[in-house]
Structures are given as C-alpha cells and as structure tokens.
C-alpha cells in the first residue's frame, strides 16, 4: 500500500488498529523512525451552561446567552451602537481548545464578516480582545448557504475566555444564533 501526500510516498508495511490506536509503520515515515503512532481525539463540547459577556444587546431577547441555548431561533444582537461589537465565554478553566464553532445570523447586507475570534486568560479592561491570541478570523460576508463557520487550532491554546469581536471599526452588529467551543479531553 503506498500514500502519496505533499512530502512525496510512503510505503506501508504494516498497520494495525488497536485499543483505539492507529500504527503505521514502513519507509518513508523520516529518519531514524520504524513507526508512527495516532491516538485518537476526544472532543468534548463545553460551552452549555457558562457565564457570557458582550456589547449591549438590542433587545433583552437578544440577549448574550441566546447564542449557547441551544436553539437556532433564537439569537444574541448587539445594539449596533458599538464599533467593534464583542462576545465573550468564560470556559471557567483553562482548557486546550481544539475548535470554536458559529452559526452566524444570515443578514443580506454581509453583517457577519471581519470577526476575529480570540483566546485570553484574563479580561482586558478596555473590551478589547484583539490582544488576545487569535484563534482565527471570518472575513467574509457571510452566506446562508456555508451553515456553521469553524475555526480549529493548529496549534494548541490554552485560555478561560473565548470571545468573537469584529476588526474593523464599524456600526454593523455582530449577531450569531449558536456558539460551541470544542475542548480536549486529557
């Protein structure tokens, strides 16, 4: 069996799937190696039942919480007073985060577009999150057609906050109907 990929082919010799582990061995798997080992990835969502932050909302039914209660009906909106609208979760701990999760509101004026999403330990006393370390950024605008937008770590970070905030300085609101942060299980 032979895998190509970006670093040229790999000639399997051997696999074997056991106790949830994947090992391949064989030529090619870089010097001095016989063998990779895979473990596999547990993920648990934990954003369900934790304290949120954010810019004033427009309405109290568009309140912060709207965005972790499980219901695509409902949504947080700010009041479109601020210039770079945030949301904030607190984790409660400091858990490495694998990938963050948005279902944004569609808006056909691209409401949802320019929104960095970052990770922090400690609240910044200005609701600038920008500072944080960057999880990743939505250009945009957003269609209805892409569904959830995810944002997955390449590297791992760790932080008690998570918080979406657009870049730009603008009065587009920042409006999302479903929010989940996927953690790793030690």
Same mark, same amino acid.
């Given at each position: ?7 040229? !082919? ?5 696999? =074997? ?17 016989? =063998? ?10 934990? %954003? ?5 932050? %954010?810019?004033?909302?427009?309405? =109290? *039914?568009?309140? !912060? ?15 479109? *007073? ?10 409660? !701990? *400091? ?69 979406? *905030?657009?870049? %730009? !300085? ?17």
């Amino acid at each position: 069996m032979y895998h190509h990929g970006i670093y040229g !082919a790999i000639r399997i010799i051997k696999r =074997s799937l056991e106790d949830g582990m994947c090992e391949l061995r064989g030529v090619g798997l870089g010097e001095h190696k016989t =063998s990779l080992v895979f473990e596999p990835l547990t993920l648990t969502e934990v %954003s369900r039942g934790k304290t949120v932050m %954010s810019s004033k909302a427009y309405r =109290s *039914q568009f309140r !912060a919480t709207a965005a972790i209660d499980d219901s695509n009906e409902t949504f947080y909106s700010n009041d479109g *007073q601020s210039l770079q609208p945030w949301w904030v979760l607190d984790l409660e !701990a *400091q858990p490495i985060i694998h990938t963050v999760v948005v279902l944004p509101v569609y808006h056909h004026t691209g409401r949802f577009n320019d929104i960095g999403v970052f990770v922090g330990s400690s609240l910044p006393n200005d609701s600038n999150f920008t500072t944080w370390q960057m999880l990743g950024h939505y250009t945009g605008p957003y269609t209805e057609s892409e569904g959830h937008v995810s944002f997955t770590c390449t590297s791992d970070i760790t932080g008690q906050y998570v918080a979406f *905030q657009r870049i %730009s !300085a603008t009065s587009q609101k920042l409006e999302m109907k479903d929010v989940k942060i996927y953690v790793k299980v030690p």
